[in-house]
């Protein structure tokens, strides 16, 4: 028994650099998104790398009101994001599939030709 658990320690030990980076990275992240989605509010950070925006463009998104974002009541200069919010923001502007297109171009032709049938 007390060599299984010297060879499980050897293992550990036996990991390179690199491998240990990796495995605290995961830890950690998996803790920040566990933190995250149960408050639904995000930092900046946070926001640049959900979207893949730089902090830079978010900044000027926020001046022209273009992205949905929240200061404190206390007017400090620090801003948050709701994460609903964001997502919705990410999915608003959908642009239609060529098929979508084409369909909705044949309904608008298909009506024009009955009202010029009817006006004649």
């Known amino acids: 028994m007390k060599n299984e658990n010297m060879k499980s320690e050897l293992l550990m030990v036996q990991l390179t650099v690199e491998e240990m980076k990796t495995i605290v990275k995961e830890v950690l992240l998996d803790v920040m998104l566990s933190s995250t989605e149960k408050s639904g509010v995000l930092t900046i950070e946070e926001v640049a790398e959900l979207t893949g925006y730089k902090k830079s463009t978010l900044y000027k998104l926020t001046h022209e009101r273009k ?54």
Do not use: C, D
């Open 67 to 120: 992205i949905p974002f929240h200061k404190p009541a206390h007017g400090g200069r620090r801003i948050f994001f709701k994460r609903e919010e964001i997502n919705w923001w990410m999915q608003s502007n959908r642009v239609e599939t060529h098929e979508e297109y084409v369909e909705k171009l044949k309904i608008k032709e298909n009506g024009y030709e009955k009202n010029n049938k009817k006006n004649r």
